[in-house]
């Protein structure tokens, strides 16, 4: 909107190209150049600007508040590119950890050691409800208890808790 402005403002002066618009602005060419691509100037240069083409306080003011309108278009898209930009370095430096961590304790992976009946146990066990896991345990620890299972007594039925 301001770079719309501006060069409409600059064209209605008799100011045609690049090169004129610059010189008739005190400015150098290739920043004349960015601006007219849409980089914003500060406003005390705006100001500057302004009283070098002898605008008027209306046109002045006009230029600022579409500045200002452009820049509170921009900021939710910067924002929101910051945030996106930061959970997929998050996500890329915990996938990295992940891969490390399993790399240096392959014993800790829960189907690292598991026979092939153990994990179609567990994958069975993890699709029951709560309260049936609750009464698979109860009955395996009931059956813990048995004399054939007694070799040692206080063994991992107590780690089971």
């Known amino acids: ?41 500060s406003d005390e240069r705006i100001a500057e600007i302004g009283a070098r083409l002898k605008l008027g306080q209306q046109i002045i003011a006009e230029l600022l508040l579409a ?45 690292s050691n598991l026979t092939d009946d153990e994990k179609t146990l567990v994958t069975l066990y993890r699709q029951l409800c709560s309260d049936d896991k609750a009464e698979i345990r109860g009955e395996i620890r009931g059956m813990l208890k048995a004399e054939k299972y007694r070799d040692d007594p206080g063994d991992d039925l107590e780690k089971l808790g």
């Not at 719309?4 to 209605?12: A, Q, S, T, Y």
């Not at 008739?24 to 060419?29: D, F, L, Q, V």
């Not at 910051?82 to 430096?93: I, R, V």
């Open 1 to 41: 909107m301001f770079t719309i402005l501006f060069d409409k403002e600059l064209e209605r002066r008799g100011y045609k190209t690049v090169q004129q618009k610059a010189d008739a602005c005190g400015i150098e060419y290739e920043v004349m150049r960015q601006m007219l691509k849409g980089k914003h100037p």
């Open 67 to 111: 500045k200002a309108k452009d820049r509170a278009k921009e900021e939710p898209a910067k924002q929101a590119w910051g945030y996106l930009s930061q959970l997929f370095e998050d996500a890329a430096s915990l996938k990295l950890s992940q891969e490390k961590f399993k790399n240096a304790y392959p014993a800790l992976r829960p189907d």
